[in-house]
């Protein structure tokens, strides 16, 4: 079993010795690590304090109050990022706010956890953050490394495609004995439900291939003059059948010449994505409204849905690697995590930017803005 580093910045004795007694012979294992993770626990009361700490030893993850004395937890939190260190930052407050948590998110945060905060709570944080560590350095090594570090990023990928090979395994084993009959209607759910899990791991599969090939830097780019028009009606053609078993309703509003230098390939991911994720989190007999207009020198792509929206909370880590919202609206959806990642990735690609304006039940609206010619 390997350590981890948790440096502990609060300056309530009381909170550290709290934190320290939670990690205490905790465990953090995922059938893709080689080892599990336990925890060895350093404690600093100041902001000064952790950053003596930080320069003179290696530091995994801080768990970092804002209020303390001296420097606040905020603007250690900028020090750090610009250190480069390798290491995960996740504020704990109990003076949590929502543009507190933006800019500690901007500023390089994984994670906000307010208080006060449960045991469980300080576990489940604590997992999400060590999975994230462990995917971020492997995916480094994979550039130094090579094969072996390669070979570990596959089991990531086999153990994501173990639940659901293990649930069309056991419907196709109940079909197979005929256990419900020899009338094949009462297998139709079964069919349906062995349909929608391939589906998700041909998505699961796809969203791997496009993320390694751009962590790889080895993605050949194809640049070129892009009917914008064309490219979105791809998009929507492609979501029409969900569209309609869900009966949402589908309206574009684009010009019908508008031209993007960029890769064809890049702009189908963006926009099947989107349009993907504004169809399958809507309600049924929701609508979804695209609308792309030429600013300036940029193209604005708009995608608004009547769905579930998204959480304040949920929005600080959506365009991680292997995020996916997890609720009872969404338990039936399925997803690889990986969609908003890399379609912020092909943004940034493009020399654009792309934000989100979302209210839980309310619907959600996801903005692209890319140079029109400069990509």
């Not at 948590?101 to 994984?110: C, F, L, S």
């Not at 056991?170 to 297998?187: E, V, W």
């Not at 010449?257 to 309600?283: C, P, T």
């Not at 995590?337 to 890399?342: E, K, Q």
């Amino acid at each position: 079993m390997k350590n981890l580093k948790v440096l502990i910045v609060d300056d309530e004795p009381g909170i550290r010795s709290g934190i320290e007694r939670v990690l205490h012979n905790f465990t953090v294992g995922y059938p893709f690590m080689e080892d599990d993770f336990g925890f060895e626990t350093t404690e600093a009361g100041t902001g000064e304090e952790a950053l003596e700490i930080i320069e003179s030893q290696a530091v995994d993850i801080i768990l970092l109050d804002n209020k303390l004395p001296g420097i606040q937890g905020i603007d250690l939190l900028e020090q750090i990022n610009k250190m480069q260190i390798d290491s995960l930052v996740m504020m704990i407050t109990s003076y949590a706010s929502l543009d507190l948590a933006v800019k500690a998110t901007n500023n390089g945060a994984y994670n906000f956890v307010p208080k006060p905060f449960t045991p469980q709570e300080l576990k489940s944080a604590i997992e999400n953050i060590t999975k994230h560590l462990f995917l971020r350095r492997m995916t480094m090594k994979m550039k130094e490394e090579g094969k072996q570090i390669r070979f570990q990023f596959l089991s990531v990928l086999s153990h994501e495609l173990k639940s659901p090979l293990n649930a069309v395994d056991g419907y196709l084993r109940i079909m197979q004995d005929k256990q419900l009959g020899d009338n094949i209607d009462d297998y139709m759910s079964m069919i349906d439900r062995s349909l929608i899990r391939l589906q998700g791991m041909r998505n699961l599969i796809m969203d791997m291939l496009d993320l390694t090939q751009i962590e790889s830097g080895k993605k050949h780019r194809k640049l070129k003059l892009v009917n914008i028009k064309e490219c979105i009606q791809l998009a929507i053609h492609s979501m029409e059948p969900m569209a309609i078993q869900r009966n949402v309703k589908v309206n574009c509003n684009c010009p019908e010449i508008l031209n993007i230098q960029s890769d064809a390939d890049e702009l189908e991911i963006i926009f099947n994505n989107l349009v993907s994720n504004a169809v399958k989190y809507n309600k049924e007999g929701g609508s979804v409204f695209i609308d792309i207009t030429k600013e300036d020198a940029n193209v604005i792509f708009r995608v608004e849905d009547t769905g579930i929206g998204i959480s304040p909370e949920d929005q600080l880590n959506l365009f991680r690697e292997f995020t996916r919202i997890k609720n009872s609206k969404t338990q039936d959806i399925t997803g690889s995590g990986l969609g908003l990642s890399i379609v912020k990735k092909m943004v940034e690609l493009n020399k654009g930017t792309i934000s989100l304006e979302s209210e839980a039940d309310r619907g959600s609206v996801f903005t692209v803005s890319i140079p029109a010619g400069t990509c």
